[in-house]
């Protein structure tokens, strides 16, 4: 992997993850927004005096804030993804380029999103006390770096074992002591329940159902797109090298 091809695959790894943000900004816009506004209703039924001047106007913030925060983040992602992909291409096996961006994806799913997703779980507007929003915030980004360390280390347990047990029962062990540690971190880790006890339980679930959904369409989209745009880049095409073998040779 030398430096153009690096180069090469972070544009690339950028340009995927603004493409798959088109489509996980409408699965926010159509299933998210709606929670939120339902959850703004609340918080205004419930509040008891005057909140100031509304600054970003909600109208704004459901459409050039959510498109802006959706997209920068797709970019985002794209890139990190991509210097992952660069580091795990042909360490993970003998599979080619869009396979390594396809369990990359996947990994990166579980590892960034969904494993603290399922402790520290998103909430829309008014439920959390605004006092310990830093604490819970310092959590969530606690339980992902937890998260991406211990699937790290799970791999190096995985490939350290295939000599002994074989590929499968290395990855069923590797696996295996994945889940036993996160959950060991579940247990330690504080526990934050600040939902209102008279909040919709249907906003609740369906707002966090759209949070999900938006990081599933965004994460699957990119390791298609760029798994696409990868194996075109590293992976000499045949067609093409049949051509120029065809123009070369004579016709008799």
């Given at each position: 992997m030398n430096t153009v091809s690096v180069r090469s695959l972070l544009v690339r790894g950028m340009l995927a993850g603004l493409a798959a943000g088109c489509p996980a900004l409408l699965i926010a816009y159509l299933l998210g927004e709606p929670s939120v506004d339902r959850a703004i209703g609340y918080e205004e039924a419930h509040s008891h005096g005057d909140h100031g001047v509304e600054l970003v106007s909600r109208t704004l913030q459901s459409t050039g804030g959510l498109a802006t925060g959706v997209l920068v983040y797709g970019v985002a992602l794209g890139g990190i993804a991509a210097l992952a992909f660069c580091v795990a291409l042909g360490r993970i096996g003998r599979i080619g380029p869009r396979a390594t961006a396809a369990l990359l994806s996947l990994g990166g799913l579980l590892v960034v999103h969904v494993v603290p997703f399922l402790k520290y779980p998103a909430n829309p507007p008014s439920v959390g006390d605004p006092d310990t929003i830093g604490k819970r915030t310092a959590l969530y980004f606690l339980m992902i770096v937890l998260s991406v360390l211990l699937g790290v280390a799970a791999i190096f347990l995985g490939r350290g074992l295939v000599p002994r047990l074989g590929g499968w029962w290395a990855g069923v062990v590797a696996v295996a002591a994945f889940v036993l540690v996160v959950g060991a971190a579940y247990a330690v880790l504080p526990v934050v329940d600040e939902?209102?006890?008279?909040?919709?339980?249907?906003?609740?679930?369906?707002?966090?159902?759209?949070?999900?959904?938006?990081?599933?369409?965004?994460?699957?989209?990119?390791?298609?797109?760029?798994?696409?745009?990868?194996?075109?880049?590293?992976?000499?095409?045949?067609?093409?090298?049949?051509?120029?073998?065809?123009?070369?040779?004579?016709?008799?």
């Open positions: 939902v209102p006890a008279d909040f919709p339980a249907t906003v609740l679930w369906r707002f966090r159902l759209a949070a999900l959904a938006v990081q599933g369409v965004l994460w699957a989209g990119f390791g298609l797109l760029f798994g696409h745009l990868a194996e075109r880049l590293l992976v000499p095409r045949a067609g093409h090298d049949r051509s120029a073998r065809g123009t070369a040779e004579p016709v008799s």
